[in-house]
């Protein structure tokens, strides 16, 4: 036996106890430290980690100086009382309602019961002011997405992207009945145009994949823990991209007219990109993007008001799209006149 401090004999209930009190008490321990705190292996500690999460407790891990530290997600009783101005609430309220796109979440729910919370302590004289808050600010959503297929299953995600828990995802295919299986390290929720999109490590597919939350038919929570590399920053998987498509970027140049040049020219398209004017007041905007068909998709949402200058294959693109347009629309006119000249006595 080593000398030093006496051995603990800690039954595994005494050591969840353990480390229950030693999470509550410290801002964070490694595996080693908890380990040394209750004289077992690192292997056993992460056993006794995963049965304080089924016991209801909240754990997060994050890396501090090269470490991986444990502490609780939520430390209520430590948390002073917060107050609010009324500049501060109406923020808070804008934050709310450019969260309407999150409707048929559990998102939109636990944010429903935070501002019911709110609303509870507020003094009776605040009343009439809330009201008015709540009302500074209108959301105007076209084209909503519809959560309910995947809603069940956005608890378990939760779960797994506080906890960093490897998940099994069924998926179903663009367009199609069929559904697909994933095994997924889930990073980063992804929020774009009113979608919520989940970017996460795909084993099976070999690289990071973009998942349409309205699209997950089940998540199955698995025990196994992930790290997420120390190099990864979500933006960047995004920052060439114009959208969401991250291909290869392209050099790209459009003119837009001078009766829409100022509702361009004072928007950020993407970043490091150039605006120039010429005597017309036509505006050229430049930058570098990737991903085609969403370049294509805005510059056609000016119709007349954009011209493509480069590259040639986007003008090509742009032009086939107009040209099938245009018969699409002259077929539907030959068929209104066709079917008139036949209701001719």
């Known amino acids: 036996m080593l000398k030093g401090?006496?051995?603990?004999?800690?039954?595994?209930?005494?050591?969840?106890?353990?480390?229950i009190r030693l999470l509550e008490t410290r801002r964070g321990l490694t595996l080693d430290e908890l380990a040394e705190e209750c004289d077992v292996d690192r292997r056993t500690i992460h056993r006794d980690l995963n049965a304080v999460e089924q016991a209801g407790y909240s754990l997060t891990a994050e890396w501090n100086e090269?470490?991986?530290?444990?502490?609780?997600?939520?430390?209520?009783?430590?948390?002073?009382?917060?107050?609010f101005t009324l500049p501060q609430l109406m923020s808070?309220?804008?934050?709310?309602?450019?969260?309407?796109?999150?409707?048929?979440?559990?998102?939109?729910?636990?944010?429903d019961e935070l501002f019911k919370?709110?609303?509870?302590?507020?003094?009776?004289?605040?009343?009439?002011?809330?009201?008015?808050?709540?009302?500074?600010?209108?959301?105007?959503?076209?084209?909503?997405?519809?959560?309910?297929?995947?809603?069940?299953?956005?608890?378990?995600?939760?779960?797994?992207?506080?906890?960093?828990?490897?998940?099994?995802?069924?998926?179903a295919k663009k367009g199609k009945d069929e559904i697909e299986d994933y095994e997924v390290d889930p990073y980063t929720l992804v929020f774009h145009k009113g979608g919520i999109y989940l970017l996460g490590n795909a084993h099976n597919r070999s690289g990071m994949r973009l998942f349409a939350l309205e699209r997950i038919r089940g998540v199955e929570v698995t025990r196994q823990r992930f790290e997420i590399p120390d190099s990864y920053q979500p933006e960047a998987h995004f920052s060439s991209a114009f959208g969401l498509v991250s291909d290869t970027p392209m050099k790209v140049r459009v003119r837009f007219s001078a009766g829409i040049a100022h509702?361009?020219?004072?928007?950020?398209?993407?970043?490091?990109?150039?605006?120039?004017?010429?005597?017309?007041?036509?505006?050229?905007?430049?930058?570098?993007?990737?991903?085609?068909?969403?370049?294509?998709?805005?510059?056609?949402?000016?119709?007349?008001h954009a011209e493509v200058l480069e590259p040639a294959e986007l003008r090509k693109e742009v032009k086939r799209q107009v040209k099938e347009m245009r018969e699409m629309y002259r077929?539907?006119?030959?068929?209104?006149?066709?079917?008139?000249?036949?209701?001719?006595?």
């Open 66 to 83: 090269g470490k991986k530290v444990y502490s609780f997600l939520a430390r209520s009783r430590n948390l002073p009382p917060i107050t």
């Open 5 to 19: 401090k006496p051995a603990k004999k800690y039954s595994q209930a005494g050591r969840l106890h353990s480390i």
């Open 117 to 171: 919370s709110i609303h509870s302590i507020l003094p009776d004289r605040h009343a009439a002011h809330l009201e008015r808050i709540a009302r500074v600010s209108l959301p105007l959503l076209h084209g909503a997405r519809d959560y309910s297929p995947s809603a069940p299953f956005v608890g378990d995600l939760q779960k797994a992207l506080l906890q960093q828990y490897r998940i099994r995802l069924n998926y």
């Open 263 to 304: 509702a361009v020219r004072d928007r950020i398209w993407m970043p490091g990109q150039k605006i120039g004017s010429d005597v017309e007041g036509r505006v050229v905007v430049e930058f570098e993007a990737a991903g085609q068909m969403e370049l294509v998709s805005w510059i056609l949402s000016y119709g007349i």
């Open 92 to 111: 808070l309220y804008l934050l709310r309602s450019l969260g309407a796109h999150l409707a048929g979440t559990p998102f939109q729910a636990e944010i």
């Open 331 to 345: 077929g539907k006119a030959k068929t209104k006149q066709m079917t008139a000249s036949n209701l001719l006595p």
